[in-house]
């Protein structure tokens, strides 16, 4: 994922927010890393290239920047960890033995989707699911 193929700078503006030297270093960080990245993985990184920036800010900015949608969170293993949200909803499930991640598309819910509708007049809106679980090598 590259600021090439998202304009992450028009998203924040759209919203009447500046698009700051700090959340431009943090989604470069991510978009870096390609994988979900905690916290201090995300700081550690930019340590690297901008010492001065805090820890507090990097806190910030994530939650500003999962806010705009342009990131996700999930819990991996008791994590909080991060990653450039992707434009079309996607999902997780998390083996709870080994931490292995297989991520979905947003196709594999839409029966719920219909069914919490049908059945309870309710509109999801599932952007980002994680299932915890046992995988199937684990299982074996």
């Known amino acids: ?6 304009d992450f700078a028009a998203r ?3 919203h009447g927010y500046r698009y700051t030297p700090q959340r431009q270093l943090i989604l470069d960080t991510l978009c870096g890393l390609g994988r979900h990245a905690t916290v201090d993985e995300i700081y550690g990184r930019i340590q690297e290239v901008a010492p001065t920036i805090s820890l507090a800010t990097v806190y910030r900015t994530v939650n500003f920047l999962e806010e705009m949608n342009l990131v996700d969170s999930a819990e991996i293993q ?20 080994c931490g292995g991640v297989i991520t ?5 819910f839409r029966d719920l989707i219909c069914h919490l509708e049908e059945a309870y ?7 980002h699911l994680t299932l915890s679980g046992i995988c199937a090598d684990c299982r074996r």
Request: hydrophobic share 30%; glycine share 8%.
């Open 104 to 108: 979905l598309t947003g196709d594999d």
């Open 1 to 6: 994922m590259s600021h090439v193929e998202r």
């Open 121 to 127: 007049g309710f509109q999801a809106e599932i952007r």
């Open 12 to 14: 924040i503006r759209e």
């Open 78 to 97: 008791g994590d909080t960890v991060y990653e450039i949200a992707p434009e079309r909803p996607h999902h997780h499930l998390i083996c709870c033995r």
